[in-house]
């Protein structure tokens, strides 16, 4: 008997080692689960922060505008958006009573000047205004335009700086905004149509890519000489019907 009770002992502690080692293997499974979980959710936790820094590195730069109401407005609009996207590239169509000028809009070198120009023709504050002066002689060929008065005077009722001025010039095709001093733009703007020499105070923000032979059609006519000598409106009226601006 005592030799049977021996084998039975021992077949019992065989088993109770089987099942120590069956639960070591479970244990050992278990950790290598969680271990593997831990490294996943850190892997997915650096790829989601690395595409967040990513969606951030590709976010739009804008740069910031100011415009400061001043004056009273020819029109009543809004101000110009405070922000603006340089990167955007935007082409504005004048339509006038004797045809359409296309402007490639300079969004990059002068983007709160074109900010404004396009919420001011978003905004139909161009719609059915005169192109009030010509200049025809001397070493300024330009038709200026941007009044809803006619007069020269009339402007949005808001200010702006200047820009894009450094290295400036005013050959033939250039848009450029006018003003009655440093930073102090508004809505006017003027088309030049022959290398014109300025000082560079007045920013550049178009060039033109087509209908400049409409404006050199207009300046064959001349002005009334209002302000002088091949200097006033221009004889063969030109009034703005619309601008319309697109994203190119």
């Known amino acids: 008997m005592a030799g049977k009770k021996e084998r039975q002992r021992r077949l019992a502690r065989e088993r109770y080692q089987r099942r120590l080692s069956r639960q070591a293997q479970r244990t050992r499974r278990t950790r290598q689960w969680t271990v593997i979980g831990g490294v996943a959710v850190i892997v997915i936790g650096l790829a989601v922060g690395g595409a967040v820094v990513a969606a951030r590195s590709l976010a739009t730069p804008t740069v910031q505008c100011t415009y400061t109401k001043s004056g009273t407005a020819a029109r009543k609009v809004n101000l110009p958006p405070s922000t603006a996207d340089p990167s955007?590239?935007?082409?504005?169509?004048?339509?006038?009573?004797?045809?359409?000028?296309?402007?490639?809009?300079?969004?990059?070198?002068?983007?709160?000047?074109?900010?404004?120009?396009?919420?001011?023709?978003?905004?139909?504050?161009?719609?059915?205004t005169p192109c009030h002066r010509l200049t025809t002689a001397g070493s300024l060929y330009v038709l200026q335009c941007g009044d809803p008065t006619g007069t020269g005077s009339g402007g949005p009722g808001y200010k702006f700086d200047n820009e894009n001025l450094k290295g400036a010039t005013y050959k033939q095709g250039t848009v450029a905004m006018a003003n009655s001093g440093a930073n102090t733009n508004g809505s006017q703007f003027f088309l030049v149509y022959k290398n014109s020499t300025l000082s560079a105070s007045y920013t550049p923000f178009g060039t033109i890519v087509s209908g400049i032979n409409i404006i050199q059609n207009v300046a064959k006519a001349g002005s009334n000489n209002a302000n002088g000598q091949g200097d006033g409106a221009p004889k063969e009226k030109v009034e703005i019907e619309s601008v319309i601006?697109?994203?190119t």
Do not use: W
Not at 95 to 104: C, P
Not at 105 to 119: K, R
């Open 88 to 128: 955007a590239t935007y082409q504005a169509t004048i339509k006038t009573n004797r045809g359409s000028i296309v402007i490639d809009l300079l969004n990059n070198n002068a983007p709160c000047t074109v900010n404004s120009f396009m919420s001011l023709a978003n905004q139909a504050y161009f719609n059915k």
């Open 245 to 247: 601006i697109k994203q």
